[in-house]
């Protein structure tokens, strides 16, 4: 069965552009979260989206938003890029949604802001 | 202010030098504790969960325990292809799917 897959995996951007990652979760999984991972920093949660709701936001700016889709794929968007929204986006999805649950992370996108 | 706390930041071991990896939280209303593993440019592999003191899970050479303050991750005998950074994360209630992580333990296993 294919894990979580995430597209692109490397994306360079400069200071102000907009951004969109996405993410198609394991089949049958319902749940969707994103984290942010800075070099040297374990990952930061961003927003989980269950059932196309949003169930959870970190502390993350109003730059960041996210949705959810039918099929359960998701998107992460993140407007106005800052220098210091380089990082690798990670997305993970897990089968209910219901904590405590293991989540099942992809390989990540690899966002470089110049 | 909620915290989870890895130590040390990196252990160089021979192969065969069992150590630990530890965990240490600060947070109230503890729900679950995670052990991930990261390998460079891939994203975090599930390892273990504990849910409560006492608790103990065991994979191969890993074995994780859990206190009400702290998590262990003993590693038996470790091999080259053990070389990875371990993460710890921890469910305590926030907002949902919220995991809070540690910073995580880089460990290098020479042959």
């Known amino acids: 069965d294919a894990g979580v897959t995430q597209s692109p995996t490397h994306l360079i951007k400069t200071r102000g552009q907009h951004v969109t990652l996405r993410c198609s979760p394991i089949s049958g999984h319902k749940s969707v979260s994103w984290y942010q991972q800075v070099l040297g920093q374990g990952p930061q949660f961003i927003f989980q989206y269950y059932e196309k709701e949003e169930r959870g936001r970190g502390n993350f700016p109003d730059r960041f938003s996210a949705r959810q889709f039918p099929n359960y794929s998701s998107e992460l968007n993140v407007n106005a890029l800052l220098l210091g929204d380089s990082a690798l986006y990670l997305c993970?999805?897990?089968?209910?949604?219901?904590?405590?649950?293991?989540?099942?992370f992809g390989s990540g996108t690899q966002l470089s802001v110049l | 202010e909620d915290q989870v706390t890895q130590s040390p930041e990196a252990l160089r071991l021979q192969e065969g030098e069992s150590s630990s990896l530890n965990c240490s939280y600060t947070v109230s209303g503890l729900r679950g504790l995670f052990w991930y593993r990261q390998d460079p440019g891939k994203g975090p592999e599930f390892l273990f969960t504990l849910y409560s003191a006492g608790e103990e899970k065991e994979k191969e050479r890993l074995k994780a325990t859990l206190t009400k303050k702290e998590s262990f991750l003993h590693i038996t005998a470790p091999k080259p292809e053990d070389s990875a950074t371990y993460l710890c994360a921890v469910d305590y209630g926030g907002s949902q799917g919220n995991l809070i992580f540690g910073k995580g333990t880089k460990l290098s296993v020479k042959p």
């Open positions: 993970a999805s897990s089968p209910s949604g219901m904590v405590p649950e293991k989540l099942f």
